[in-house]
């Protein structure tokens, strides 16, 4: 398994154990929405194929949080309700207020909240217990504030940071652009986002399209600063880098071979190199950064 896209937190305090990691979880596990629920969230395991909320590799731990949310579109709730609107009204002989309507409304809600269809996702995290990082599997911010307030939730004692670096991503993918060095380790790709610094946010966006050093630095000159730029890792990882230090589509290039390990076997060796390289990703964008910022 490869995580797509990357949010990353420094775990600040909480001495946590895979012991105590798998107990904290396995306390709050995933519970079927209740009728009368529209969300329920928990942990789950991993891997189906085994009991524990925590795969284990090494000082590498995995685990992966559970959301079942019933789905109500609001357009099924307002024509239960308009039907029962209709029929008042020709009851009472007047229309209803507006009162009367959020309280029809809300009605209809609790009526239908237990047939509603129940959707489940999935989002996935490690824990690199060697360099006390966490890090989420997602491009969203509410997916990841979701992840982190259950965390905490779950693990006593246990803090977190967003990742900050002393240079901005916006401004050092800029300075890139602009034809500052970079360092070798890193290639800069195909595919970058350009916004302009004023309210109308004029935006550029280049996609598969070789980045010309004078076309960007023009719009860098108008006033314009990069937010996204696609770059290679050591020619073994492509991604996004995004101004608020967010990787996304992370692809492994050539580095999966074909094996013919056990399906457990070869769980445990694309995680254990997934979290390798991507460990070292994360340690490298940092020191490209300008290192940590623990202001």
């Given at each position: 398994?490869?995580?797509?896209?990357?949010?990353?937190?420094?775990?600040?305090?909480?001495?946590?154990?895979?012991?105590?990691?798998?107990?904290?979880?396995?306390?709050?596990?995933?519970?079927?929405?209740?009728?009368?629920?529209?969300?329920?969230?928990?942990?789950?395991?991993?891997?189906?194929?085994?009991?524990?909320?925590?795969?284990?590799?090494?000082?590498?731990w995995?685990?992966?949080?559970?959301?079942?949310?019933?789905?109500?579109?609001?357009?099924?709730?307002?024509?239960?309700?308009?039907?029962?609107?209709?029929?008042?009204?020709?009851?009472?002989?007047?229309?209803?207020?507006?009162?009367?309507?959020?309280?029809?409304?809300?009605?209809?809600?609790?009526?239908?909240?237990?047939?509603?269809f129940?959707?489940?996702?999935?989002?996935?995290?490690?824990?690199?217990?060697i360099?006390?990082?966490?890090?989420?599997?997602?491009?969203?911010?509410?997916?990841?504030?979701?992840?982190?307030?259950?965390?905490?939730?779950?693990?006593?004692?246990?803090?977190?940071?967003?990742?900050?670096?002393?240079?901005?991503?916006?401004?050092?993918?800029?300075?890139?652009?602009?034809?500052?060095?970079?360092?070798?380790?890193?290639?800069?790709?195909?595919?970058?986002?350009?916004?302009?610094?004023?309210?109308?946010?004029?935006?550029?966006?280049?996609?598969?399209?070789?980045?010309?050093?004078?076309?960007?630095?023009?719009?860098?000159?108008a006033?314009?600063?990069?937010?996204?730029l696609?770059?290679?890792?050591?020619?073994?990882?492509s991604?996004?880098?995004?101004?608020?230090?967010?990787?996304?589509?992370?692809?492994?290039?050539?580095?999966?071979?074909?094996?013919?390990?056990?399906?457990?076997?070869?769980?445990?060796?694309?995680?254990?190199?997934?979290?390798?390289?991507?460990?070292?990703?994360?340690?490298?964008?940092?020191?490209?950064?300008?290192?940590?910022?623990?202001?």
């Amino acid at each position: 398994m490869w995580f797509r896209n990357l949010q990353a937190y420094r775990i600040t305090s909480g001495n946590i154990t895979l012991n105590s990691l798998e107990e904290a979880l396995s306390q709050r596990a995933l519970q079927p929405c209740m009728q009368m629920e529209m969300q329920s969230r928990g942990w789950v395991v991993p891997r189906e194929e085994q009991e524990n909320f925590v795969h284990a590799f090494g000082q590498q731990w995995l685990m992966s949080l559970g959301v079942e949310k019933k789905l109500l579109p609001a357009g099924v709730i307002n024509q239960h309700a308009k039907a029962r609107i209709t029929q008042i009204e020709q009851m009472q002989g007047y229309k209803v207020g507006k009162k009367q309507v959020r309280d029809i409304k809300e009605a209809a809600m609790i009526e239908l909240l237990p047939r509603a269809f129940v959707q489940r996702h999935k989002t996935y995290a490690w824990i690199d217990a060697i360099k006390n990082r966490l890090v989420i599997d997602t491009a969203s911010s509410h997916k990841a504030d979701e992840f982190v307030e259950v965390l905490i939730k779950s693990v006593h004692g246990l803090t977190l940071e967003s990742l900050d670096t002393q240079i901005s991503p916006s401004s050092a993918m800029t300075r890139w652009l602009s034809g500052d060095d970079l360092k070798s380790i890193f290639t800069i790709d195909r595919d970058c986002e350009l916004q302009g610094m004023n309210d109308e946010k004029a935006t550029v966006r280049y996609t598969r399209h070789v980045l010309d050093a004078e076309e960007t630095a023009r719009h860098i000159r108008a006033g314009k600063k990069v937010i996204k730029l696609a770059m290679t890792w050591n020619n073994k990882v492509s991604f996004v880098l995004h101004d608020n230090l967010q990787l996304r589509r992370i692809t492994p290039l050539d580095i999966l071979k074909e094996s013919t390990e056990s399906t457990e076997e070869l769980f445990d060796s694309d995680f254990a190199m997934m979290t390798g390289e991507l460990s070292q990703l994360i340690t490298d964008i940092i020191e490209v950064l300008g290192g940590e910022d623990n202001s």
